[in-house]
């Protein structure tokens, strides 16, 4: 009984069902791909990865890398098509069943089905759904056309009648026989076709990946500075690396998982303070889970330019504005502040994304699908269903009830008082 476990957006040994479920064939083996496609230019012109987002999978997998290697296990990274490289390996070891993270979005569904053809018929694919806060068994809804459109009445099921998983820990060694003869190397950012980068003395997320610095946050964020007994008050920071959490980009590639936060959420209300910032954490990973369920729910219509809601405004696409406003020189220094900050870090405030997104979408009123393409391709912590949904959200296609329009200069006015924030980023 051989094991194939296909690593994607679960880079991590902890709280990982697919590795632990993996683990109990006789012999198990890793796998991990850089897609092409993932490098390729998208739909609205873009690239769909930008070197500080393949930096932070390259730090995440030599993180995994050596994890997986002192449980005895190989991870194999190849540079290929998984329907190409993956049938092929599944041949060579005599692999019987493959484990993988469950995905449903278009290309995901694409390269697997591709994958599957080309593989030995035989062969068993097993999907987890390790990404989600409440697991899909566990939400009190009879199936996906269930889910509320609206935030509120979603938290409020979860929270009443779903449940939070217990954490799984690492699974046991396997003996050093497990361990494979073929060795594959890690491509650098410059094999896969990206520039060396320095990271700006500015950036609020200069951190590295993998599943250690994930903890490490943690460990910094919770209880060194215990900055999450007040994280409901500065989360709409815009300077700095304590105003958040931090952890989306590690959750983005699994190298966290949310259980995992939300246990340690619950630890720290035992023993230090358990209070509306401690919470307020749990409910910013429910808004998380909201959007997964959300684009199961509507599946490619998040996509579309009339979004879950099917509405149809007139939208721009002008060349000219989208230079603007990527630049940084519209007629708001605060949309070009935090728009100059995203260019040079790959990162951006919640508070920010909320206010350039609002202000593409329904000040400029241009196609919301070609910002919510460029964040894809220059977000550390790109992650497709809290990306594409939160878009809909600011442009009036999707979850907002209220379909709100951000007042820029009063946003402003409030959140960078003394322009701190925009003198930073000029
Ligand atoms: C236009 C737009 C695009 C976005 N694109 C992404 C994206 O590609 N990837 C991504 O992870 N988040 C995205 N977000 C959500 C949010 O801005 C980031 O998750 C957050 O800023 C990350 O910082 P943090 O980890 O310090 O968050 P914290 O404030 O510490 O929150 C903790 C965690 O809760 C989750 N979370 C918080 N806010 C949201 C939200 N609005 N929607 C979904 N999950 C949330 C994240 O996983 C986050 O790590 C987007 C928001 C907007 C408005």
């Not at 540079?79 to 469950?102: A, G, N, R, S």
């Not at 609020?204 to 964020?221: S, W």
């Amino acid at each position: 009984m051989k094991s194939l476990i296909w690593f994607k957006n679960n880079l991590r040994v902890s709280d990982n069902h697919g590795l632990t479920n993996a683990c109990s064939h006789d012999s198990t083996i890793a796998i991990f791909c850089f897609n092409p496609i993932d490098f390729e230019k998208g739909d609205f012109g873009f690239r769909k990865t930008s070197a500080f987002r393949v930096q932070f999978l390259i730090e995440s997998l030599l993180h995994l890398k050596e994890a997986l290697r002192k449980l005895n296990i190989t991870l194999l990274i190849f540079h290929d098509k998984p329907e190409i490289t993956i049938p092929q390996v599944i041949e060579q070891y005599e692999i019987d069943t493959v484990y993988l993270q469950t995905e449903w979005t278009r290309d995901e569904n694409d390269t697997l089905a591709k994958t599957k053809k080309n593989s030995n018929p035989t062969v068993q694919f097993i999907e987890t759904c390790d990404q989600f806060l409440y697991h899909p068994e566990d939400v009190p809804f009879e199936n996906f056309n269930e889910i509320p459109d609206v935030f509120t009445f979603f938290r409020k099921k979860v929270e009443k009648y779903g449940k939070v998983r217990l954490v799984l820990e690492k699974p046991d060694k396997k003996p050093a026989s497990n361990l494979l003869k073929q060795k594959t190397k890690l491509p650098s950012l410059k094999e896969l076709g990206f520039q060396d980068f320095r990271v700006d003395s500015r950036s609020a997320f200069p951190f590295k990946g993998g599943e250690d610095k994930a903890i490490e946050r943690i460990e910094t964020y919770f209880w060194k500075s215990k900055s999450l007994a007040s994280y409901k008050q500065t989360r709409n920071g815009l300077i700095g690396l304590d105003y958040s959490s931090k952890l989306s980009a590690w959750l983005a590639n699994g190298c966290i998982s949310p259980r995992t936060i939300y246990k340690t959420v619950k630890e720290f209300e035992h023993k230090i303070i358990k209070n509306q910032d401690t919470y307020w954490l749990i409910f910013e990973l429910i808004w998380r889970d909201f959007f997964k369920y959300i684009s199961l729910k509507h599946k490619d219509k998040i996509f579309h330019l009339g979004g879950i809601l099917e509405r149809k405004y007139d939208w721009g696409t002008s060349s000219r504005i989208l230079q603007q406003w990527i630049s940084g020189n519209t007629n708001e220094p605060f949309i070009n502040a935090n728009m100059k900050e995203l260019a040079a870090t790959g990162w951006m405030s919640n508070r920010g994304r909320q206010n350039v997104a609002s202000y593409w979408a329904k000040e400029l009123e241009q196609d919301w699908r070609i910002g919510a393409a460029y964040f894809e391709s220059m977000l550390i912590d790109y992650d497709v269903h809290s990306n594409w949904c939160n878009w809909m959200y600011l442009s009036g296609v999707g979850n907002d009830p209220r379909d709100r329009k951000f007042n820029i200069r009063r946003q402003a006015d409030i959140y960078d008082k003394n322009g701190k924030y925009q003198k930073l980023w000029q």
